[in-house]
Every structure is written in C-alpha cells, then in structure tokens.
C-alpha cells in the first residue's frame, strides 16, 4: 500500500494561521486587524515569528506594508498543504493534480485535488460545528461532530471523487469552465458515518425523493443570502452504503479546500454532489433545485449530439454515476525510459467495479491485460500495473483502457457535450527510450 503521510508544506504556521483565521493572523503579525486597513507595522513578536518564517532578520522591516505576504512563500499562498497541484484559477480556488503525483492506491491529502465553487469558510472549529438533518425527516436533527461519532457506525473507506468537468480541456470545440486535463481525480481513505444512519435516524417520510445539501462557503458576490452551490442526489443514491459524512481524510484532519472539519463523500457520481464544509441536507418531494442543479449545470444531453451542436435545455438530464475511466500514473508523460518499464495507474466505474484493463505500446494495435487489483473498497478505484517491453530506442506512447463490469470499454474519441462533462477517452503517455 502506499505512504499515507502528507508531505510538510514550507510555512505551515503561517498559512494554517492565515488560513484559519486572517484577522487574528493580521493582529499578531502587523498589530491591526482588519483585512481593509492594514497600515500596520510589523513589530516586536509578530516581527520575530515573520523573521524565524522566511529564515532571516529582516533588517527593513519598517518598510513592510501590513498585511504583506513576503514574496517568499507568497505564490503557494492558496494551495498550502497541498503538493505539486497545478493552479488553475485562485478565486474560487481549483486546482488540479498531474497524473504522475497520484501514483499512490490512495491518493494523500497534500495531492487531493480542488474544485471550490465559492469562497472557502475560515471559521471552521470542528468543536462547534453542526450538522442539521431536516426536512421530510420525522425527527429534524442537530448533531456535533462529536455526536455523530457517538450515536452512529464510524466507518474508513478508500473512495474516488472525480469532477464531472474532468478533462473538459480536451473538448473540441472547447466547453467553457474550468479547463481540467486529468488530475481532478483522487482516491483518499474516508472515515465517517453514513448518510444512510443518520437519515434513517431522522425518520425518512414517504414520498421523498432527492436530498439536498448546503456548505458554509460563500458566494463569489459576497452575497449573504446566495449559495455558491447546493446539490442533492436520489434518495436511493442516499441510501447506499458507502455514502460518507467524513470527517478525516487519511487518517487525520480533511483539508481546508476539501471541506474541513466536515463533508460528504458520494462516490463514483460528479464531484459535486460531495458538498464540502457540509452544514446541513434536507430531504425533498422534488428533485432538488439548487444553485448548480439546475440549467445546464452537471448535466448532459439525454442523446448523443454532435461536436458544436446547439441543444435545447430542456434535454439537459442531470448526471448520475460517472463513466469508465484509467489514468496512467507511471510512467510521466514525456518521461526518459528503459526498454522495460511498468506502467500503473488506476481504474473507475461509478457505480460499477472496473473488469479489465488493457495496455498498448504500438498505438493500439496490441493490446496487453494489465494486472488489476480489486477495489480496496465500494467506491475505491482499482489499481493496475503491466510490466512493458519496448522494441528499440525511440519514442513510444503507453496507452491504457478499462472495461467495466457491464462490458463497457473506454471510448477512443470524446462523447462531445456542451458544457465538457464526462470526458472518459484513452489516456496516453509519451516515453523515449534511450
Ligand atoms: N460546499 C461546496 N462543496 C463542494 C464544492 C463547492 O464549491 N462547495 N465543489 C464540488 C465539486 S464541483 C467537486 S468536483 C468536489 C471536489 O472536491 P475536492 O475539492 O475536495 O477535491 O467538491 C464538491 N463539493
Ligand atoms: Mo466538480
């Protein structure tokens, strides 16, 4: 199994303080507190905890603006605690992780990728923080953390989130929204308790029909009364066993920018569903009609369309379970090589276990079963390896396709939808042999 410690960032004390909590963080360093006005100097103990941060004295310091991030650790700001991300946009913050960094079966912490939608809470004491559980319940619910591990199954589970808009960068013509490539994908070992216990506990009403839930993250506009995103699923889907609300992430506390101190885990469906800084879900009679549940947003065309073509929203359908998929995680595209080299990587079905996966050195006219390890858990994806022997010296592409346990195969070109959702095609890697 792999190595589930989570890399130390540069300056953790800094930005876990900034992180946390600015205007505190602001008081202690530069002696003023709002994040509007920050005229202070940095004096007396904040000047000593900033001169034993960047390493050195900082002889002119009288200069520092207040409320300054110096330049040297400035730029991994956003993504502190987090390894090797490739930023893509910093507000909201979405960040995603190159194929190579998620060679582990379970994906640490640090290279857990992010899709933030809204602004991230900083207030976020696990101590305090609830959970209510109304709506159609017989029994409408406030819980703690604490509570939540005394009155329910605490359970650990290896379980994969992958973002609906994964490899959206990839469509032609291009789709709008984040331009993920491969990396909004992770498989990170879950602790919580299931949704399931905590809703049959509540008393679930006849007549329900889909869940909705509400984060503590803010809208971009700063709008009080908007959410940035409040998604649901069926309440079958809710039901199953292996829907978490998580509160540890590889055995210790979730990230920030993946919803600590609480959040669900819904996997093999769209990362969206898996509301993080999660506060509260309710039940429906409806299908939930929340901010990103509605309009084109996660959802695709009830039929195939061409590339380009204008659809009609009302075939918009919402998507369920996410499709077939590999990545290829050794070895790094454009690597150096031996002539014989293991390519690994993982597979995915949402919903569904992954059957075979096949490996090709000569552009697909070959193909190789790899080894595939079973699921290390419902949810979890597969691991596989195959061990490849290349001809001569040259350049070559690895190539890797799952087949499910439905019979269905990985596709060689993108089912083209509007808004870049479900891109499931071949992944590819470039080698030269030397
Ligand atoms: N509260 C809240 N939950 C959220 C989001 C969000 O913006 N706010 N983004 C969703 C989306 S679109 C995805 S893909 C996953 C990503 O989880 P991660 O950031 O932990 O990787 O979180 C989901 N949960
Ligand atoms: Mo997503």
């Not at 946009?89 to 640490?108: K, Q, Y």
């Not at 595209?333 to 031996?338: L, T």
Request: glycine share 10%; net charge negative.
């Amino acid at each position: 199994m792999s190595d589930h410690d989570t890399p130390t960032p540069k300056h953790p004390d800094l930005h876990e303080f900034f992180a946390k909590d600015p205007a505190a963080a602001d008081r202690a360093f530069f002696g003023r507190e709002t994040c509007s006005d920050r005229r202070g100097f940095l004096r007396g103990a904040g000047l000593a905890t900033m001169a034993a941060m960047v390493g050195a004295a900082i002889p002119l310091h009288r200069n520092m603006p207040g409320g300054l991030i110096p330049a040297a650790f400035a730029d991994e700001n956003v993504l502190v605690g987090k390894d090797g991300l490739t930023l893509l946009n910093d507000r909201p913050v979405n960040a995603e992780t190159p194929p190579h960094l998620l060679d582990d079966a379970i994906t640490p912490t640090a290279r857990h990728f992010i899709r933030n939608n809204g602004i991230a809470p900083t207030d976020t004491d696990p101590a305090t923080w609830t959970l209510t559980v109304d709506g159609m319940v017989d029994n409408p619910m406030t819980y703690t953390i604490a509570d939540l591990q005394s009155r329910f199954e605490v359970v650990t589970m290896a379980l994969t989130i992958e973002c609906g808009g994964n490899g959206r960068a990839f469509f032609d013509p291009p789709a709008k929204g984040n331009q993920w490539t491969y990396g909004a994908v992770a498989c990170s070992e879950w602790t919580g308790v299931r949704l399931k216990d905590v809703l049959a506990a509540g008393g679930v009403q006849s007549g329900v029909v889909y869940t909705a839930h509400v984060g503590a993250d803010a809208h971009l506009s700063g709008d009080p009364g908007k959410l940035p995103i409040s998604r649901g699923v069926p309440i079958a889907k809710a039901m199953t066993d292996n829907v978490l609300i998580a509160f540890a992430m590889n055995g210790g506390a979730l990230h920030p920018m993946n919803g600590a101190p609480l959040r669900l885990v819904v996997p093999g469906w769209p990362g969206s569903c898996s509301q993080k800084w999660l506060q509260r879900v309710y039940l429906r009679d409806v299908v939930h009609d929340g901010p990103k549940m509605t309009g084109k947003a996660y959802r695709v065309p009830s039929y195939k369309v061409e590339p380009g073509e204008k659809v009609d929203k009302k075939d918009f359908v919402i998507i369920e379970r996410m499709p077939v998929k590999s990545l290829i995680t050794n070895p790094a595209n454009g690597a150096g090589s031996g002539r014989s080299i293991e390519v690994r990587g993982h597979a995915w079905s949402g919903d569904r276990t992954v059957a075979a996966v096949d490996v090709s050195h000569d552009f697909g006219a070959t193909w190789m079963a790899a080894e595939l390890d079973a699921p290390a858990s419902d949810g979890a994806w597969q691991n596989f390896r195959a061990q490849v022997e290349l001809p001569a010296a040259g350049y070559y592409e690895l190539w890797a396709r799952a087949t499910d346990s439905e019979g269905v195969m990985q596709p060689h070109a993108i089912d083209w939808n509007p808004k870049g959702y479900l891109n499931n095609t071949m992944h590819r890697v470039a080698v030269r042999v030397s």
